[in-house]
């Protein structure tokens, strides 16, 4: 009998740096299921697109009555982040899963709400920890990432870098 995978909430951050680090297929290696909220899916991901990521793995998450009023308190009790991460954060906060999110506007919110979060380098880190990349692959990834403009913060990512650059 296999083990039911860890599920985790992915906002769309999240999902455009895992695209311009060209990691999508190694990430959905990982033994997690990637779930993307609907709303997400629809309205935000344009590229890569909702419709490449769920070919490649990822788990449409639709919204439930619940979860849209929950939606709603969290849009009035936080003025960030935007509405459409709060559904991510929503999905994550009901359903008692691991929300996946680089705005720090999100980061922030989850942690207030008790809901655990984590970012891009957090799957970098995992990937090398589960054999998926090696340091080297990481590292290539991690610059075209920052190059794209991600906004990941940058003490930690030139540890890693020095790190996974370092000859063994």
């Not at 969290?74 to 991460?85: A, E, H, I, T």
């Amino acid at each position: 009998m296999s083990e039911e995978k860890q599920r985790l909430v992915v906002d769309t951050s999240v999902c455009i740096d895992l695209f311009n680090g060209r990691i999508v297929s190694e990430t959905v290696r990982l033994p997690y299921d990637f779930l993307l909220p609907d709303v997400i899916l629809v309205e935000e991901l344009k590229e890569p697109s909702g419709e490449e990521l769920i070919r490649r793995g990822f788990i449409a998450a639709g919204t439930t009555g619940e979860e849209m009023r929950t939606v709603e308190e969290l849009s009035k009790k936080y003025g960030r982040p935007s509405r459409n991460d709060l559904f991510a954060l929503t999905i994550a906060k009901v359903r008692g899963l691991t929300l996946l999110g680089g705005d720090k506007d999100l980061r922030n919110s989850a942690r207030r709400e008790g809901v655990a979060v984590h970012g891009t380098i957090w799957i970098l880190d995992r990937l090398i920890a589960e054999s998926n990349i090696i340091d080297e692959i990481a590292a290539d990834a991690l610059e075209r990432i920052m190059s794209s403009g991600a906004r990941l913060p940058r003490k930690e990512c030139t540890d890693r870098l020095r790190k996974w650059r370092m000859p063994n």
